[in-house]
């Protein structure tokens, strides 16, 4: 049995990869950076509603989340996935990035955009200087929501990257692992009432220890 043993000694199994069928994709620690799967990590692609997580990152760090923003026709009217804001509509800083994170709400990037810098264009210039700071070179964003535009890119790599420091953002953090919510709401006639968020990330609903981040 000994020499058994000596001559069959145990195998470990190599695990296969996992079978990814997204063009690019990267499994980070958070804590540490450590990369622990990749594949073209380093592929510029368009990020879609992922550069949200930019977006949040300078609205929450711009202290201002307390204010009170007022919705332009230009924010209101932003195609594609919507918060539903309309024209002279007041709200928190706050609840936008609210709608911002969990409903995807390409209205409320505009708004954000516009209520910081003025302009969805000069934000853009402060979300590529943000993207430098942190490191991620390969990223160059045109607005603030994620819409199809030349030269609107980042990869892999960069998304997580961002990420992980989005997340030392405590009010980041706790919004993004939210499921559901409500904020105060003035519907276009001004009543008053709540409106419900429900976060579009289905991994919060299908994994126990899901805590975000963000849908795209």
């Known amino acids: 049995l000994l020499t058994a043993l000596l001559l069959f000694p145990c195998v470990r199994a190599k695990s296969a ?16 950076g450590q990369v622990l799967y990749e594949k073209n990590s380093r592929l510029r692609s368009a990020p879609a509603s992922t550069t949200k997580v930019v977006t ?14 007022t919705v332009s026709p230009q924010a209101a009217a932003t195609g594609g996935s919507s918060m539903h804001l309309h024209t002279g509509q007041k709200l928190l800083l706050r609840e936008l990035v609210t709608g911002l994170l969990l409903r995807s709400g390409n209205d409320a990037a505009a708004a954000i955009a516009e209520h910081l810098a003025g302009s969805v264009e000069e934000f853009s210039l402060l979300m590529n200087e943000k993207a430098e700071q942190l490191g991620a070179y390969d990223s160059q964003f045109k607005n603030p929501h994620g819409l199809s535009a030349a030269g609107h890119y980042t990869t ?5 990257w961002i990420t992980r420091y989005a997340l030392t953002h405590p009010v980041f953090a706790d919004i993004v692992s939210t499921k559901e919510t409500a904020i105060e709401w003035f519907d276009r006639k001004g009543q008053e009432h709540e409106q419900n968020l429900r976060n579009t990330n289905k991994l919060l609903w299908m994994l126990e220890d899901a805590d975000g981040v963000k849908t795209g």
């Open 17 to 32: 990869p996992p079978a990814i069928k997204a063009r690019a994709a990267i499994l980070m620690d958070a804590k540490t």
């Open 156 to 160: 892999a790599f960069d998304l997580a």
């Open 56 to 69: 949040a990152i300078i609205a929450i760090e711009s202290g201002r989340l307390a204010e009170e923003v």
